[in-house]
């Protein structure tokens, strides 16, 4: 399936005033948060990325087409030349799109149609969350209702305590927002093209179609407890910086598959000492 990923907003929580790089391309670790977006996506086998750009889209164009592999992947250098041992992109296809500098998302979505409207199904994200969730049931128990749209549905991240006051302003009870029974957007989507016929010019997907939707019992969701951690402040950015160099990456599942097609790279050195000395 294609992954349509929401990439052109001005990310005005996450600036400091005097870059233009836009929210998708800050970085986690040695890559961007697009590229785990995305990464996640190929994990699952959907590989085909749509990328409606608007803001900095310069950036994200530069980015893949001066793309290095060397940093997330294993190599050996041999006369100069480098011999790759694994890649992240090379069978991606990626269509770059731009879809307007101040256009909300379902315009966003309504100019990139033409890529996803003879599709059963699409993929779509804000480009700046990132999660474990299992994609693979997410999309099948989508493909087996008669919804037009489905969401991950979270609990709420929110720090805060909720206070319940009674009529004469006494507080009967504090306790944490995340106690409470109500979920949030995920921003992981999965929709048919028809999604699309529910927005209106200069609409939105979620306050628009998604609204319309359920109204219609239309609208899916897909509950999940598991990680889920935005990166929409600066703030949020930081703890997902932090818990990478931790080590503690549970989004990156592509970490947890053991090699099996290729040895790991100190055999690869060892051979390659004892071909250049074979005392």
């Keep these: 399936m294609k992954v349509v990923l929401f990439c052109g907003g001005f990310g005005m929580r996450m600036r400091d ?40 889209a310069h950036h994200i164009k530069d980015y893949f087409l001066n793309y290095r592999e060397t940093e997330s992947n ?32 379902g315009e966003r979505l309504r100019r990139v149609r033409h890529l996803v409207e ?21 999309v099948a128990k989508f493909r087996d209702s008669d919804a037009t749209a489905s969401l ?13 006051v009674d009529g004469s302003d006494r507080v009967n009870s504090i306790y944490p927002v995340t106690d409470m029974h109500i979920r949030e957007n995920g921003g992981y989507f999965v929709l048919r093209p028809e999604v699309i016929d529910h927005i209106p010019e200069n609409g939105d997907l979620v ?11 239309k609208l899916l969701s897909y509950p999940y407890e598991g ?23 549970p989004w990156m599942l592509w970490e947890r598959e053991v090699a099996t097609d ?10 390659e000492l004892s071909e250049r000395d074979p005392s």
């Design 17 to 56: 005033g005097d870059s233009d790089v836009p929210k998708p391309m800050q970085m986690v670790g040695p890559r961007p948060l697009i590229w785990h977006v995305m990464r996640y996506y190929a994990h699952f086998g959907h590989k085909e990325f749509v990328l409606c750009l608007g803001y900095g």
């Design 74 to 105: 294993d190599f050996v250098l041999r006369d100069r030349e480098v011999e790759l041992l694994g890649s992240d992109i090379a069978d991606w296809t990626i269509h770059f799109v731009h879809t307007g500098l101040e256009s909300p998302i």
């Design 118 to 138: 003879g599709d059963e199904m699409f993929l779509a994200n804000y480009a700046d969350v990132l999660t474990d969730a299992p994609l693979d049931a997410m």
């Design 152 to 164: 991950l549905a979270v609990p709420p991240q929110a720090v805060f305590h909720i206070v319940d």
């Design 207 to 217: 306050g628009d179609a998604c609204m319309t939707l359920a109204k219609e019992g």
């Design 227 to 249: 990680f889920w951690q935005p990166a929409d402040t600066l703030k949020e950015r930081n703890a997902l910086e932090a818990a990478y160099r931790a080590g503690t990456r």
């Design 262 to 271: 290729r040895p790991p790279l100190e055999s690869l050195v060892a051979q």
